[in-house]
């Protein structure tokens, strides 16, 4: 059996997708336009983006046996994802209602029921290494032994750090590669500067990495350090384009890209997403990203 190139490890979800055409007011009752029902969840999302990419991925988490659970399974399967180290369960899968307006925005309600985290007993380690293991944070008791079997195999680990909570701060100096939001670093540090956000992790961390949105990202790897503008797309929605450039950040460490064009690679995958309404249908292709770079570049030449 050949080895995974990403194990991604955390949320899986059901997400209920609503394009509507501003945000409901108080006793407001509004239509949406476009309805939209597929699987989510951040790691979830990483492990199909590494997939679409073309690389072999598995996904680690926790899944329902009720109806959303069957049929988020069902979706990951029909991507190629590895999933024997889904968890299934009577507690209910997650499910979030996704409200998506005309600028790309989105507000988010999830509800878990009486779903916890899974134990540490419950990490069932793949039969194969993993050249990359990304967390997400939302699973903390599969963490510490997931962790120690990504150390024991020599593989990179990347933290989806898109809020301060147990599971990310556990895990935030002890992955390789800190890959946090905005809003991660600013819920850190108390204050929203990110640039001070980013020195003060760099000197705990060997890489840090934070996502600005629409105004790109700032990085910091040992001495070097540096800033990649956003690619310019028209967005649509917004949901999953953390998870998008996260699974491409990692599928790029797994396939050993060079430092710089690792971080065109993530940020072009994650702004495609943005184009097409919902997060899961909206990870694009390897062909796709590749395209977006061609454009890109050549416009530069042109420039010249």
């Known amino acids: 059996m050949p080895p995974l190139d990403v194990l991604c490890i955390g949320h899986a979800s059901f997400d209920l997708v609503f394009a509507v055409p501003h945000h409901p007011a108080a006793d407001e009752k509004i239509f949406a336009n476009t309805l939209l029902a597929c699987g989510g969840g951040p790691a979830a999302n990483a492990a199909v983006t590494v997939a679409r990419l073309g690389l072999k991925a598995g996904f680690a ?176 929605d917004t949901t999953g384009a953390g998870d998008v450039f996260h699974g491409a950040y990692a599928a790029g460490l797994a396939a050993g890209m060079d430092w710089l064009d690792l971080l065109r690679y993530a940020s072009a995958a994650g702004a495609l997403c943005c184009t097409r309404l919902g997060a899961r249908p909206g990870i694009p292709s390897r062909h796709e990203v590749e395209r977006l770079l061609g454009e890109c570049r050549s416009t530069a030449r042109n420039r010249r």
């Open 61 to 236: 988490g926790y899944l329902g046996t009720d109806l959303y659970g069957e049929r988020h399974l069902e979706e990951l399967r029909e991507a190629g994802i590895d999933t024997q180290a889904v968890v299934r369960g009577s507690s209910p899968t997650p499910l979030s209602a996704v409200l998506v307006k005309p600028d790309g925005r989105r507000a988010l309600v999830n509800y878990k029921g009486d779903t916890r985290p899974l134990p540490p007993q419950d990490f069932s380690a793949p039969p194969t290494p993993a050249r990359c293991v990304l967390f997400d944070g939302h699973e903390p008791g599969l963490s510490e032994p997931a962790l120690s079997w990504a150390r024991a195999h020599d593989a990179a680990t990347v933290l989806d750090a898109g809020s301060l909570h147990t599971g990310s701060e556990w895990l935030m100096f002890r992955v390789g590669h800190l890959v946090a939001s905005e809003k991660f670093a600013a819920q850190w540090l108390g204050k929203d500067t990110p640039e001070q956000a980013l020195a003060a992790l760099a000197e705990r961390s060997p890489c840090v990495v934070v996502t600005l949105g629409e105004r790109g990202l700032i990085w910091r790897r040992g001495a070097e350090s540096g800033r990649l503008p956003a690619f310019p797309v028209a967005a649509v």
